[in-house]
């Protein structure tokens, strides 16, 4: 089934939930087991990428050894990395609007539309928008980050990514960022959107995950959770905060 109908389906039920996996963080089988586990205690969506220097080769062991054990879609996430994977059910296929880089906005992405096309990819066209603090994201995409009091500034970029016509917006404060990005933020750009709105970066509570789903978020990303001990229960409350 196409990826984005699957996704529709979700949101008309209500949030939903993306584990992100980084190939660099675990061995390939590691990452097996975490989608598994994502998968039973309700995930809806993995994506697979997120980091720097990851070898091609650990990304298609780990998206294979993902895709292995997950029935749900699996995504291909591609931030800061050289390496690809086109066999997955889509690609997320992002523009990182507030870029000093034009590279990052639609530079690498022209080098590999022409292979999407012809290898009939799905792709899910995002507008990517860096709030503080950014983390090795903000870096890496040489992103002038969105100041987390600067609503408009927020706007504007999630207001472009409609107009441009991209089919989601994508909040992001950073892979381990201390903090989501402000619920303040995230609603006043969920007042003025119509496409939906992801959000990412800093959730690792049920608290966090509540606030960001209440103040409007759509899709919720979480990633470094799945790193820590007790993962299985801190995603299940996650998940419990989400679908509740
Ligand atoms: C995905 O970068 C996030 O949008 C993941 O961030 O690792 O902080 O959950 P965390």
């Given at each position: 089934?196409?990826?984005?109908?699957?996704?529709?389906?979700?949101?008309?039920?209500g949030?939903?939930?993306?584990?992100?996996?980084?190939?660099?963080?675990?061995?390939?089988?590691?990452?097996?087991?975490?989608?598994?586990?994502?998968?039973?205690?309700?995930?809806?969506?993995i994506?697979?990428?997120?980091?720097?220097?990851?070898?091609?080769r650990?990304?298609?062991?780990t998206?294979?050894?993902?895709?292995?054990?997950?029935?749900?879609?699996?995504?291909?996430?591609?931030?800061?990395?050289?390496?690809?994977?086109?066999?997955?059910?889509?690609?997320?296929?992002?523009?990182?609007?507030?870029?000093?880089?034009?590279?990052?906005?639609?530079?690498?992405?022209?080098?590999?539309s022409?292979?999407?096309?012809?290898l009939?990819?799905?792709?899910?066209?995002?507008?990517?928008i860096?709030?503080?603090?950014?983390?090795?994201l903000?870096?890496?995409?040489?992103?002038?980050?969105?100041?987390?009091?600067?609503?408009?500034?927020?706007?504007?970029?999630?207001?472009?990514?409609?107009?441009?016509?991209?089919?989601?917006v994508?909040l992001?404060?950073?892979?381990?960022a201390?903090?989501?990005?402000?619920?303040?933020?995230?609603?006043?750009?969920?007042?003025?959107?119509?496409?939906?709105?992801?959000?990412g970066?800093?959730?690792?509570?049920?608290?966090?995950?509540?606030?960001?789903?209440?103040?409007?978020?759509?899709?919720?990303?979480?990633?470094?959770?799945?790193?820590?001990?007790?993962?299985?229960?801190?995603?299940?409350?996650?998940?419990?905060?989400?679908?509740d």
């Open positions: 089934m196409e990826v984005k109908k699957y996704i529709a389906g979700k949101l008309n039920k949030a939903v939930h993306v584990t992100l996996i980084d190939p660099a963080r675990q061995a390939p089988e590691a990452a097996g087991r975490l989608a598994e586990t994502a998968q039973e205690v309700g995930s809806d969506l994506f697979v990428g997120g980091s720097s220097g990851i070898t091609q650990t990304l298609s062991e998206a294979e050894a993902v895709k292995e054990r997950a029935s749900i879609p699996v995504l291909f996430f591609p931030t800061g990395t050289d390496s690809i994977c086109l066999n997955l059910d889509a690609f997320l296929f992002l523009s990182l609007l507030n870029s000093r880089n034009s590279q990052f906005v639609s530079g690498t992405q022209s080098r590999v022409s292979l999407l096309k012809r009939d990819v799905e792709v899910l066209p995002i507008g990517y860096l709030v503080e603090p950014g983390m090795k903000g870096e890496i995409g040489e992103a002038d980050l969105v100041a987390r009091d600067n609503f408009w500034q927020a706007i504007g970029y999630a207001l472009t990514a409609q107009f441009m016509g991209m089919s989601y994508y992001e404060a950073g892979n381990g201390a903090q989501p990005v402000p619920a303040g933020m995230i609603r006043a750009v969920k007042r003025e959107v119509d496409i939906p709105l992801i959000v970066g800093g959730i690792r509570t049920a608290i966090d995950a509540r606030r960001v789903r209440q103040a409007g978020a759509d899709i919720v990303v979480t990633g470094t959770v799945i790193e820590t001990a007790g993962y299985r229960e801190r995603l299940r409350s996650i998940l419990s905060a989400l679908k």
